[in-house]
């Protein structure tokens, strides 16, 4: 038992969090830095902090994550790390030779309060910026926010710098993801190649944190959303922005910046979700869907009828990243599951509205909690005083899962225990079948384990 110490008694907190259920702003920057080609993301701060980041997504993608820092000393954090910063640009052009740095800040640099754009213009003017190189940057103080919050403003930098209208328009669509897999990714790109639809994605973190084994090291692997895709954002004919706390920023910046009209959708988890991912798809492009794509929706439903019974009113926790959990949410209510708890770390009205819009027939009276205080602590004492039969979330829900006792689907970031999330996609229908089967995997494994022996069958 070791949350043995979590009480069944739920005080109110105003100032206190524990367990909490997101990470730092950076590593959603650096995530999103990672997804573009030739891309060394920089850390402005100390060796610590970009240790930590860089490590948090080696655990989780299993691929090693090359990320430079400023190393800030005593010294810098006195006086401002300019210096070390112009330096690090020079360095990392001399050595490494990526075709971008991305620099993020992080808690140290924004509370010293160095001016990270007139750093990097500094560089520019002072001629550590090779010709055809670039530097782009923003700003991740984490003491608010979240992973996601980084992963936004990222976003919003590589529009800034990159995306530019010409005036003519392309046949093409952005589309702007939110964190997901590499393989979710992957996914996305095989889906608009079957509806025929020129895209940009971006970032695109596919053949980069999921790149083979070929027995040669690529220090910048050949997957990536590359410069000309970037700057060709501006001449797109639509966004379609995955992830409104992720995206909604970015592709409100790119239409008030390049006149690209936007819609913003939810991340296509599940099948509701999907169905509207390809028919936002569809209409952008104005392209029919094509039987490869219903087809597949038809397995799907037909997994959904066949197995019903063992998902009907099944009580689930989760928490995680509000991206995945309003989709997901929509999901289990699909499935005619019971979502009775759900918890983000990650702040934002919106949030809320969403899950009780999706839950206002089916689960009126679920927990809800998302922001500073919303935190495993939290969960846990809900799923003490009336428990679950499922945990969805990522690996610190495994605490409370043994403790408890409850079949636990690892989903979302960081998963640090287990492997295949980077490889097998949970967005579109492909994706939701595989979620189908991990959480009918769980709950029928749970069922045998229980079963007396009159009542242990073999057809289930
Ligand atoms: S929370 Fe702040 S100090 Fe801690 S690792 Fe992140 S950026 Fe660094």
Redesign the pocket.
Known sequence: MLLRHTPKEIKERKALTVNPAK?????GAMYAALGIHGCMPH?H??Q???A??RSALTRHYKEPVMAATSSFTEGSSVFGGQANLIQAINNIFTIYNPDIIAVH????S?TIGDDVNQICQKARDDGKVPEGKHVIHCN????VGSHITGYSNMLKGIIKYFSKSTGVKKDQINIISGWIEPSDMREIKNIVNQMGIKVVLFPDTSDILDAPQTGVHAFYPKGGTTIPELTSTGDSKFSLALGEFATDAAAKDLDSKCKVKFKTIDLPIGLSATDRFIVALSNAADVDVPSSITEERGRLVDIITDMQQYFYNKRVALFGDPDQLIPLTELLVDLDMKPVYIVSGTSGKVFDRRIKEILAESMPDAKVKNGANADLFLLHQWIKNDPVDLIIGNTYGKYIARDEDIPFLRMGFPILDRVGHSYFPTVGYSGAMRILEKILNLLMDRQDRDSSEESFELVM
């Open positions: 990470t730092c702003q950076p590593i850390s701060g100390s610590g902090c970009c930590y980041h800040t992080t808690c140290l924004e991740t103080p984490s003491y």
